[in-house]
Structure formats: C-alpha cells, structure tokens
C-alpha cells in the first residue's frame, strides 16, 4: 500500500507539469492569464461537484458551518500557482519555472515538517534531509544562472532587472504556497470526511477569489476583456489544466497525512522535473525547444538528487 502511495506522488506531479502547460494555450485563446486561471478553475469546481455527486459526497457539505473559517482557504493557493505558470513558462522556461515551483514547495513542506504546522505530525529533519533541501536549492540557483546566459532563446533574455528578481520569487512564492495548501485542506477533510466534497470547497474558494481579481482587473483596465470565440481553435489538450489541477490538489492533501508533507513533495516534484524537463526538451505543448544543456542538466540532477535523499531519509 505504501508503495502505491509513492508511485501516486510521483504521478500527481507528472499531471502538474502538464496543467501548466496546457493552461498556456487555454491563456492564448481566452488572451489574459486571470480570465484563463478563471476558466480552468471553474472547469475544475464543475467536474469535482459532478464526481461528488455521483459518489454521494456532497451532503459532507452540510458541516461547513462547523467548519473554522481558516479551514476554507486552501484553495486559494490554486489560482495563484495556475496564473504564475501561465507567467512563468514563456519567460523562464518549463524546466526553470517548474524548478523555482519545486524549491517552494520543498522548503515549505520542510517547515511544514519541522514545526508541525496546520495540525502536521512533527518531524524532525534527518541530515539526508537537510542535505536533499541544500541540494534542490543549489539545483535551482544553477539552471537559473544558465538560464541568464543562454543567449538569445535563454529564459532571462528580454527580462529587466526588477524582473529577474521579481519572477523567480514569484516562482518560489507560488511553489511554497502548495504545500500550505495540502496540509489546510487535510484539515478540512478531517472535519468533513468525505475527500471530494473538500476539493469541491477547495476549488470553489479558487474559482470565486481568480474571478474577483479578474473583474477588479478589467473594471481597472489592467487587464484586457477574456475572450470566449478563440476557444474553438484550441487544441483539445488545452482543455486539461482543469482536470490535472483536480487530481493535483486532491492528491497532495489525501496524501499528506499518509506519508507525510516532505516525501509527498519530494516525489511530487521528482514527477514535475522529469515532465517539464521532457516538455523542455521537445518542445511538448508547442513551448519553444531549449536543449538540456551541461549546466542545466546539472541543475536538473541536483534537484532530482535533492528529492531522492528527502524520500530516502
């Protein structure tokens, strides 16, 4: 059964990979990331409250009231992964982006461990731990670095200063805030015990805050109007964010609480590296091709050693 769970991880991290690339055609087509991250949640939200009905999930909802408010505000982690991929790919690169995602959730879910935090088991961190986490760390600085000198395809061309800084913290934010919100929504799955009404709250509390930013956007002008006609050109995967997202978040927090936050992480983010170093390499999603070289492939390397030795330890 443990090793079920595992090979669960690492495969909810592959479809992560994937979400975040699928969602940069849904962003083509809709032509702003709020109103994509928009559309995508709510597909999400419509295809969770569809399986929670069919499984008899829904009436778990009736325990809300009961609920502490915190409790409902995982999902507010989704919509700002999702809009920062949408970000993200096109500047810096799948392989880099996701790396930057990957050294969030890593350091997040290391204190999620360390301190026992959102009702978490406390686990102390083992030297193979602290090692793993240096690892990832030093991964990451690596493929950003020659990401910056790659020439005229590299991710860091075109990117001001205040931009260089400003989208790898954003990255890294985005990533941390996953974990967060697995170990919030474990919470909440403990009071409502039913797994798919929780990611029915979760997405909801998605779907609701992405679109509040898109209509405050567009009432501003920071943002164009959303535009529905495009979709029908839209290659057909484009339309899978919204089920890799569900599977994605409704994993992590069943998961979470079984083999807890850092290996749940580790393996999710081995899958992402693997993916989006394959999404890099061949151009997956019609993303530009960047080849996987000796410094990049180094940093790779580091990030998946990082993740084997949190697993092992």
Known sequence: MHTALLAVALLVGCLLAVQASANLQLNKAVGTPYGASTLQLGLATGLLAVLAAAAGALGALGRLPDVDGWMLLGGLASPLYITSGILLFPRLGALAAVGLFVTGQMFASLALDLFGLIGLERRAPSAGVVLGALAVLAGIVVIIRAQRAAGPTGAG??????GRIGWPALGIVAGAALPV????NARLRARLEEPLAVAVVSFTVATFAIAV???VLYATRRTPKPQVAPLKKMPWWGWLGGACAAAY???TFLLIPEIGAAVTVALTVTGQQLTS???DQRGLFRLPRRALSGPRATGLGLLLAGSLAIQLA
């Open 277 to 279: 170093a394959l999404i």
């Open 157 to 162: 061309t075109g990117l001001s200063r205040a």
């Open 213 to 215: 930013v898109l209509l």
């Open 249 to 251: 978040v409704t994993g």
């Open 181 to 184: 919100q697995g170990a919030v």
